[in-house]
């Protein structure tokens, strides 16, 4: 549903590893789903999507898996980057709707 | 191909005067979405518009704010007799016509609304 004014969640992953950045979303009718990267003072930035009749797609360095049945979203960042340091949003859209609507978000912070 | 473009980047009212935000969309695009988000939080929904129609505006305030997307020229957020809450970021995205294969939603840079 609508984010809610959480402190957002914080993920820390040394450089080089993998990241795994995980978002549940609240609507088994929707049928497309976004991963938005976004960093400090700028706009949110299209990372990767996903359609209901799939449960895997890949980009580069980013995978998207998709779990219709738990209603559950995951980003996975292969060989993490300090420039991968950012907030990362899940977006869901309704079937028949136009609209998309932001999970929490969670904070990315990549060590050195 | 120039993105999403919003501006004023960064605005400044005093209690009570309006303010006006714009944003012009990609290229090809005609469906525009205005976000609102408060710091350290996601992004809540306000309106959905394509030109000279609102589709949904579930997510505006009853009072004060309207949005509109003309013919010509680019989509505007008017806020009317602006408040210290309406002090955050808000976002235009940019989508085409739903139907096609690729209606992911692009964003633009944000106008920052400071109300003092």
């Known amino acids: 549903g609508e984010s809610v004014g959480l402190h957002l969640p914080t993920l820390s992953v040394q450089e080089g590893d993998n990241s795994i950045i995980n978002c549940a979303y609240s609507n088994s009718a929707s049928d497309y789903f976004i991963w938005y990267k976004q960093e400090s003072g700028k706009g949110p930035q299209f990372i990767i999507d996903?359609?209901?009749?799939?449960d895997k797609r890949q980009g580069q360095r980013v995978t998207v898996l998709l779990n219709k049945t738990v209603k559950h979203l995951s980003l996975q960042i292969a060989a993490t980057q300090p420039g991968d340091s950012a907030v990362y949003f899940c977006?869901?859209?309704?079937?028949?709707?136009?609209?998309?609507?932001f999970g929490t978000g969670t904070r990315l912070k990549v060590l050195a | 191909n120039a993105g999403v473009m919003q501006n004023p980047r960064h605005l400044v009212r005093r209690r009570g005067q309006e303010a006006r935000l714009r944003c012009s969309p990609m290229?090809?695009?005609?469906?525009v979405y205005w976000y609102r988000q408060l710091p350290e939080e996601g992004l809540k929904f306000m309106v959905y518009?394509?030109?000279?129609?609102?589709?949904?505006e579930s997510g505006m305030p009853k009072e004060r704010f309207s949005a509109e997307f003309p013919k010509e020229g680019p989509s505007i957020l008017r806020i009317q007799q602006v408040v210290r809450g309406d002090s955050a970021a808000y976002f235009c995205?940019?989508?085409?016509?739903?139907?096609?294969?690729?209606?992911?939603?692009?964003f633009g840079q944000g106008t920052r609304l400071t109300v003092v």
């Open positions: 977006a869901e859209r309704a079937s028949g709707t136009y609209k998309y609507i």
């Open positions: 995205a940019s989508s085409p016509p739903p139907g096609l294969t690729n209606t992911e939603a692009f």
């Open positions: 290229k090809g695009h005609s469906h």
């Open positions: 996903i359609r209901s009749n799939m």
């Open positions: 518009l394509q030109k000279e129609n609102i589709i949904d």
